[in-house]
Structures are given as structure tokens and as C-alpha cells.
């Protein structure tokens, strides 16, 4: 098969953002996992560092919760939830996802985050590192991994809503 310069067939085009969202998950998880190495090699705990004074600093904890510290020191419920949250998402990718891009991105995004932070969970006794810290706002501390999980999580909502208004259009034809 020959194709024109920039003529791409459908399938062409899902199979390239399929491929883009798990390189982008890969990135992420390397990103997240690199930057928390750099972080821990280059802070002392509880150390802080201005990156964009007034507006982002570098600050790293240990998070031994979830979210705003959500079940801290119950490390086995928040690894439980993690995994329930990572099958439901394969679950969704083998039933939903290969038919749509923007919930394949969404549920890469969640998987490629939440394994980012379990592995922080395993590999540092239930803590994860957290170090971006917006001051102009003081937002909870935070890491590269819980980026990839709120991103997907808006794209996920982004893709049902969407779902739902085309649903409702089409009953209301």
C-alpha cells in the first residue's frame, strides 16, 4: 500500500495515539521516578528550594496518605485502593478503551501515575516522595506521578460527560 504524503487512514491515526499515550505513559512513570531520585540526592527531608520564587518551590516529604494525606500510615489500604483503581482501569481499557483514544490516554495516564506512587509505597516503606510545591496558592505537596493521575482523571471525566451529551443528542433526534 502506498499512501499520499500526510494522508493517513483512520486506523492509522487511533494506532499513532495509541502509541503516543504509552510512550507518554512510560515518560511520565520515568519522569516521576527520576525526578524523585533527584529530589531525594539533592534535599535534605523537609528541605526546600526555590525553583520560581513566589510562585513553585522545590520542597520534599515523605506523604505516608493519599491525597492531602488521606489514610496516612495505612500503607496496605492505600496499596488495596491503588490496585483496585489499576485493575478497574485495565478493566476499562479491555472493554472501552481500544475503541476510543481519549479514554486509552485517560486510563495510561491513571495506570502510568498510580504506578509511579506504588512503587513509592514498596520500595520506600509506604511513603512517597512529594516536592512540587505551588506557594502562591499553597497547594498540597506533590509529585510527577500524581500529575499523570489528575490528568487522566480529567480526561476520563472529559470523555464520559462527552459520552453523555452525545447519548443525550442522540435520544432527543
Known amino acids: 500500500m502506498s499512501y499520499a504524503v500526510g494522508s493517513y487512514r483512520k486506523e492509522d491515526k487511533r494506532l499513532i495515539s495509541y502509541i503516543l499515550a504509552v510512550v507518554s505513559g512510560v515518560l511520565f512513570l520515568a519522569g516521576d521516578q527520576l525526578t524523585k531520585w533527584l529530589v531525594v ?9 526555590e525553583f ?40 476499562m481499557l479491555l472493554k472501552f478503551g481500544v475503541r476510543n483514544k481519549t479514554l486509552f490516554w485517560a486510563v495510561t495516564l491513571v495506570l ?29 505537596v506533590f509529585n510527577v506521578a500524581d500529575c499523570a493521575v489528575v490528568l487522566g482523571a480529567a480526561l476520563m471525566i472529559f470523555y464520559f460527560v462527552r459520552d453523555m451529551i452525545n447519548e443525550y443528542r442522540q435520544k432527543t433526534q
Not at 515523605?62 to 488495596?80: M, P, V
Not at 502510568?112 to 499553597?138: A, P, T
Request: proline share 4%.
Open 41 to 49: 540526592h539533592q534535599l535534605p527531608l523537609n528541605g526546600s528550594a
Open 52 to 91: 520560581l520564587p513566589g510562585f513553585l518551590e522545590f520542597w520534599y516529604i515523605h506523604n505516608e496518605g493519599g491525597a492531602w494525606g488521606f489514610l496516612e500510615g495505612y500503607t496496605w489500604i492505600l496499596l488495596s485502593i491503588t490496585i483496585m483503581i489499576m485493575l478497574v482501569c485495565v478493566a
Open 112 to 140: 502510568s501515575g498510580g504506578l509511579g506512587n506504588m512503587i513509592d509505597r514498596i520500595f520506600r516503606g509506604g511513603k512517597v516522595v512529594d516536592f512540587l510545591h505551588f506557594q502562591f496558592i499553597d497547594f498540597p
